[in-house]
């Protein structure tokens, strides 16, 4: 049975950091593309972080570049995502998902987590 749980999310002031994971399990991980989307209320679903665990290669949505990395630990099938200077827009749910395409478009993701809360607010 392929999982892919979330957890990190929170309540976080503007200016401020957290961090993502997502524990990934069914699947051969090196092989796949996996990243997060995130959806804020009356928003379409917005890609915003991907990674390659099998060569490292990454993609950044540019509203989060230079703020977001992303990363793997390939023996314990886990992604973070470091998010730091968090803005009151990038309040939204996160959802981890992979793919064995090389894409990041949402409807090419076969397996998705159930999405965590993420609030940036004062």
């Known amino acids: 049975e392929v999982r892919l749980v979330e957890s990190g999310g929170g309540l976080v002031r503007p200016g401020g950091s957290l961090r993502l994971s997502c524990v990934a399990s069914g699947f051969t991980f090196e092989r796949y593309i996996i990243g997060w989307f995130r959806q804020a209320p009356g928003k379409e679903r917005e890609a915003v972080a991907f990674?390659?665990?099998?060569?490292?290669?990454?993609n950044y949505a540019d509203s989060v570049k230079a703020r977001f990395t992303i990363s793997t630990d390939n023996v314990k099938n886990t992604m973070y995502l470091e998010m730091e200077s968090l803005k009151p827009e990038d309040t939204a749910v996160y959802y981890c998902?992979?793919?064995?395409?090389?894409?990041?478009?949402?409807?090419?993701?076969?397996?998705w987590g159930q999405g965590i809360q993420v609030t940036v607010s004062s």
């Open positions: 990674i390659s665990p099998g060569d490292g290669a990454t």
């Open positions: 998902a992979a793919t064995v395409e090389r894409t990041v478009v949402a409807s090419e993701f076969e397996y």
